[in-house]
C-alpha cells in the first residue's frame, strides 16, 4: 500500500533499522532510531538524494529541532571490555581519517547504508574513508557501547556515536 515513502511499487524492499530505546516504567520515554532510508529508496525505484528532497519539502525544510535528552537519571551504558574500547577507538580512528580496520577481521562482511555490502579490510576501508573524508569532523563521541556475549551468538558490540562535521569535500553527499 501507498506510505511514507510514496506510492505502492510492489518492489520487494529490504532495509535494516537499529533502534536504542530508553525504558522508564515499562514505556519507551526516548529513541534513537537509525534506518537506511537509501535501501528503501533504491528498493522503490528511486534515490536516496531525490527521497530526502521530497520528505523536506514536505516537512517544511532543512531547519529541525533536534531530540532532546533522555529521562532524567538516565546513564549510557558503556562497556569497558578490551575489545568494545578498541572497537570504539577505531571508529573515532575513521572519523580522523585514518586507518583501523585491523579491529575487523579479514573475512569481515559490513552491510552500509544503501544495502552496500563490504567484503575484507579494503572495501571496508573504503567505505570509512568515502564517508568521512567528505566532511570535517570537529567533534566525535562514542555516547552508548555495549557488549553482550553468550555462547549461542557469539559477541556482539552495539554502538551509537555521534559527530559534529562539516560538508567539506566533493563525494558521495554531493557539492559541499
Not at 147 to 165: D, H, K, P
Request: hydrophobic share 45%.
Amino acid at each position: 500500500g501507498d506510505g511514507s515513502f510514496g506510492p505502492a511499487s510492489g518492489k520487494r524492499v529490504h532495509a535494516r533499522t537499529i533502534a536504542d530505546c530508553v525504558c522508564k516504567d515499562n514505556r519507551i520515554v526516548h529513541e534513537w532510531l537509525v534506518r537506511d532510508h537509501a535501501a528503501i529508496a533504491h528498493a522503490i525505484g528511486t534515490t536516496a538524494k531525490v527521497l530526502a528532497a521530497r520528505w523536506l519539502a514536505e516537512r517544511g525544510g532543512w531547519n529541525k529541532p533536534t531530540a532532546g535528552k533522555p529521562t532524567d537519571g538516565y546513564v549510557s551504558h558503556f562497556s569497558i571490555t578490551p575489545l568494545a574500547t578498541r572497537y570504539a577507538a577505531a571508529i573515532e580512528r575513521f572519523a580522523e581519517r585514518l586507518d583501523a580496520c585491523a579491529i575487523y577481521d579479514e573475512a569481515v562482511h559490513a552491510i552500509a547504508p544503501g544495502e552496500a555490502h563490504h567484503y575484507g579490510h579494503a572495501e571496508l576501508h573504503a567505505f570509512w574513508r568515502a564517508l568521512f573524508s567528505a566532511f570535517e569532523v570537529m567533534n566525535f563521541r562514542v555516547e552508548h557501547l555495549a557488549e553482550n556475549t553468550s555462547t549461542v551468538r557469539g559477541t556482539r558490540l552495539a554502538m551509537r556515536w555521534r559527530a559534529t562535521a562539516k560538508h567539506a569535500a566533493l563525494g558521495e553527499f554531493g557539492q559541499r
